[in-house]
């Protein structure tokens, strides 16, 4: 589907110029000149063309400002909640320790050779954001993006402080009045203090948390703190406060890989121009016969974050906020016509237009696909979660070199073994070995009495030898044997298995 | 064909590429993106002002800075050393047995031994330690001048006929080249070694031997072939041999003799190196 295709079944008026507007689009509806981005003439290169989004009200702007406190609330405070896990262990419920290397995330704890879990979480988003992509088009961009959040935030301090679209737009005609210059000191004043929350909340997710914002406060913080501090704030008063919709628009992959997702039943953002068209303003008493329901108040225009003309079709630059939907649906109510004028709707229902509604066909084989993906590797995941171990053995067979020749004609082997121990508590093992000829003799360098303590939630890396006599070595039947070691724990007395290869001398039969 | 016009939605021109219907919009470039691209022009030229950049006929523009990779590295090694100093100190000034007494020391020690060994010991010892043809193996428990951690310190100070006044000397007699057995008395002789680890062939010669053993060979090897390791002479009646414990290689040993020889590293290498050799060499395994 291209959007030339769109443009003919919706057949709206193309390059509306300002200037071709009427005072008013219905009695008491304000026609809005709002230019479209693409309304002005472009050379090789385009200036950008100030978007002021005007405030919407409706359920989709509610929906929106509690998306916003929630993800807002949940980058904000997560590092302050607090998780027992025993002396030995940090209490933050969710930490990315790189001095430890460990990520720690309320139960659960992520050791470096683990993140295969990260991946999993990984490859979980991407699949739900494929899911939600084909069902409802860019819900992400929409309301979760922090694009978009972030980007919504700054624009409510911006009309915090200089009023809606026409204030700013009047302010803006007197750059350099007294009015002026403090709303704008002050509005950006106000985005370099969330720009620095939010930078100051980033580094808390790498450190304790009430520890580094006493450090930060008292300028005792690692100089990397402040690097990143500083960063953050930085791209979030950039990417938030200034370049807003151009991120979007020019720096983002995402909307061009949306393409591949939608499908004639993705229920999109989208300007029913059946019922709309054609379009024209509206004066009291005047029949709605053999006219469209748009009034052409522009006011869609005016609320849409990037600046675009959701009646031109679907475009690149729509991030799908649903803004528009509340800024028409207010119109329509005020000139006593249905709402939904712009509604979540499919391509397949717009062609039919009104000649029936179908019913939305949720259930299609790519949803079924993304669906059934999401469950195979959420499951995976589970059951890895489920069968972790909490002690995983490791041992490296010394291989230069591979055995030691001994006065008697015995043999020895040396190992290097691996305890990790992820319980977080101190525990102490006994090695023992298991399937070799008797005689078989284990020393543990350092460890008298064959026991290795392991610190909680650590490594304990121990070097065994392994020796067996000359009567050993000769019951061998081959140069390299299959053993085991058993690893017991003195506490509980659980045992673990760990195979093993006893090297010797090939197996010869001369003197 | 390639045919351009106005897109009707977007109302900008198209390149007049199209495939299978979709067509690429001619859409000028943001005026910042320009911004952002001559910004980075001006951060090149910041860059070549600061740092080295340009290569000139000989040598190159050194920048304001005066940074030089070469000389960072030279800064970071010499801090190294500098943060190794104090354990190295401590090594150089702890006697041995103190040092394997404290952890943190004796890891230092060890780490430190296994890097000096690779740099100075593997070409004959073997990266493993393992030995070689003529080269003992350091792993087993079989020790020429001794595995105990004070004899391991003073071999590798010393080393073994090096010319160090201090080095393990004595050596083992070409006895046939010298004439002072001939070639049957060898053979039995050679015969009653192998006997002692019961490895002879033939009896006969090697009760023969006994004699030419208990005249020639224990001086330095003992009376029951035990060897001796102040001289540096090998137990007989063990299953390791340095040269090999075939027939013809010990006849080859006692007619020609042998005598390996190791430097002394005393001189070559600093005081705490060889303490850290010396400690490495005897953790791995064979120490005594």
């Known amino acids: 589907m291209t959007m030339a295709d769109v443009q003919e079944r919706t057949n709206a008026p193309v390059g509306r110029k300002n200037g071709d507007s009427a005072p008013e689009a219905a009695p008491g509806v304000t026609r809005s000149n709002t230019p479209t981005v693409s309304d002005t003439r472009q050379s090789l290169y385009a200036g950008r063309t100030k978007v002021y989004p005007k405030e919407a009200h409706g359920k989709f702007r509610t929906v929106k400002w509690i998306v916003m406190a929630v993800t ?154 402040y690097l990143f501090v500083g960063m953050f704030t930085a791209s979030t008063y950039l990417l938030g406060g ?40 509206h004066k009291a008493g005047q029949s709605w016969e053999g006219r469209g329901d748009c009034v052409d108040c522009r006011q869609c225009v005016a609320v849409c974050p990037t600046g675009i003309d959701i009646r031109n079709g679907p475009q690149l630059e729509c991030i799908q906020c649903a803004l528009c939907i509340d800024a028409c649906d207010e119109i329509m109510t005020k000139v006593d016509r249905p709402t939904s004028l712009i509604a979540y709707d499919t391509v397949r229902n717009l062609e039919v237009g009104d000649k029936g509604a179908q019913p939305i066909r949720l259930i299609r084989p790519r949803v079924i696909l993304y669906a059934v993906a999401m469950v195979v590797v959420g499951a995976i995941m589970l059951v890895a979660l489920m069968l972790r171990p909490e002690l995983e053995v490791s041992v490296l067979h010394d291989r230069n070199p591979l055995y030691v020749k001994l006065s008697d004609g015995g043999v020895r082997n040396g190992f290097t073994m691996k305890l990790l121990n992820k319980r977080y508590e101190p525990r102490a093992f006994k090695i023992s070995v298991e399937g070799l000829p008797a005689g078989a003799k284990l020393d543990l360098i350092g460890h008298a009495g064959g026991v290795v303590p392991v610190p909680p939630d650590n490594l304990q890396s121990v070097t065994l030898y392994v020796t067996l006599g000359k009567q050993g070595v000769k019951a061998l039947h081959d140069d390299d044997t299959k053993f085991a070691f058993v690893i017991t724990d003195i506490a509980d007395g659980a045992k673990i298995e760990h195979k093993a290869t006893f090297n010797g001398p090939e197996v010869e039969h001369e003197h | 064909m390639a045919k351009k016009h106005v897109d009707p939605s977007a109302d900008v021109g198209t390149t007049g590429h199209e495939w299978d219907g979709i067509e690429e919009l001619n859409k000028p470039l943001p005026k910042w993106w320009l911004y952002v691209f001559y910004v980075t ?120 006929r090096s010319g160090d006044p201090d080095a393990h000397g004595n050596q083992m007699p070409a006895f046939g080249k010298l004439g002072t057995l001939k070639p049957d008395q060898i053979n039995d002789v050679a015969e009653y070694v192998l006997s002692l680890s019961g490895n002879a062939d033939e009896q006969e010669a090697a ?16 009376p029951d072939g035990k060897g001796n390791q102040a001289l540096g002479a090998p137990n007989l009646t063990d299953e390791l041999w340095l040269y090999g414990g075939n027939k013809a290689t010990v006849v080859q040993t006692i007619t020609n003799g042998r005598g390996g020889v190791m430097p002394a590293w005393t001189g070559r290498l600093d005081p705490a190196t060889i303490k850290e050799l010396a400690i490495y060499v005897h953790s791995l395994g064979g120490g005594q």
């Open chain 1, 72 to 225: 807002l609330g949940i980058y904000y405070l997560v590092p302050w909640i607090r998780w027992d896990r025993g002396p030995y262990l940090p209490d933050q419920a969710v930490l990315i320790d790189f001095p430890a290397r460990r990520f720690y995330f309320f139960f659960l704890e992520i050791w470096p050779q683990e993140f295969y879990y990260i991946t999993g979480l990984l490859v979980l988003a991407a699949l739900a954001l494929f899911l939600v992509t084909s069902i409802a088009g860019r819900m992400w961009c929409g309301y979760t993006c922090p694009q978009t959040v972030w980007t919504d935030l700054m624009i409510a301090v911006e009309r915090f402080w200089q009023g809606d679209r026409n204030a700013r737009l009047r302010l803006d005609k007197h750059p350099w009045a007294f009015e002026t210059l403090w709303k704008r000191g002050a509005t950006h004043l106000t985005w370099l203090l969330i720009a620095v929350a939010t930078g100051g909340a980033w580094v808390f997710y790498f450190a304790d948390a009430p520890t580094l914002a006493h450090q930060f406060l008292t300028f005792q913080a690692p100089t990397v703190a």
């Open chain 1, 242 to 281: 200034i370049a807003r919709e151009q991120v979007c628009i020019y720096m983002c992959p995402w909307p061009r890989i949306q393409g591949a997702m939608f499908d004639r039943d993705s229920l999109l953002i989208s300007y029913r121009a059946w019922r709309g068209e054609p379009r024209g303003p």
């Open chain 2, 41 to 160: 022009v001006i951060w090149a030229i910041g860059y070549w002002i600061l740092y080295p950049a340009w290569p000139l006929v000989s040598g190159y523009t050194k920048g304001y800075l005066g940074y030089s990779q070469r000389e960072r590295v030279a800064e970071d090694l010499a801090q190294a050393k500098a943060a190794q100093a104090v354990y190295r100190n401590k090594i150089a000034a702890s006697s041995l047995t103190a040092i394997e007494g404290d952890p943190k020391l004796l890891s230092f020690a060890l780490a430190g031994g296994a890097a000096a060994f690779g740099d100075n010991c593997a070409p004959c010892h073997g990266r493993g330690a393992q030995g070689g043809f003529g080269y003992p193996n350091l792993r087993d428990d079989a020790w020429l001048w001794g595995g105990s951690l004070g004899a391991i310190y003073q071999t590798i100070q010393h080393g073994v």
């Open chain 2, 207 to 222: 009760s023969r031997g006994k004699e030419i053993f208990a005249t020639n060979c224990v001086a330095c090897h003992g």
